[in-house]
């Protein structure tokens, strides 16, 4: 789902967290769902600091770019990434790509 608004896009993305794994890691997308695997527990936050981290790397944005709209104490979460399409976000999520 893309929202347009004055400041520019925001873009909605389903993501699936898989908490204390063994690497971080993009696995890509899955029934238009995103999945990850964090090393970092889901304690108080951390997790959830842990993924936006990851994807802004991995977008090459800044973290304040991305927040939790939905499923913060959850595994799967809606996050809002600002200045971004749909098609790039897929594009640069893809598991092993760089952009």
Known sequence: MVERKETGVVTCIAVKVNAAASVNAIRGWHDQCLRVSLVTVAERGKANAALIALLAKALGIAK????????????RKTLAVTGLSEASIIARLQPNSSH
């Not at 304040?64 to 595994?75: K, M, T, W």
């Open 64 to 75: 304040s770019d991305i927040a939790i709209l939905r499923g913060g104490h959850a595994a």
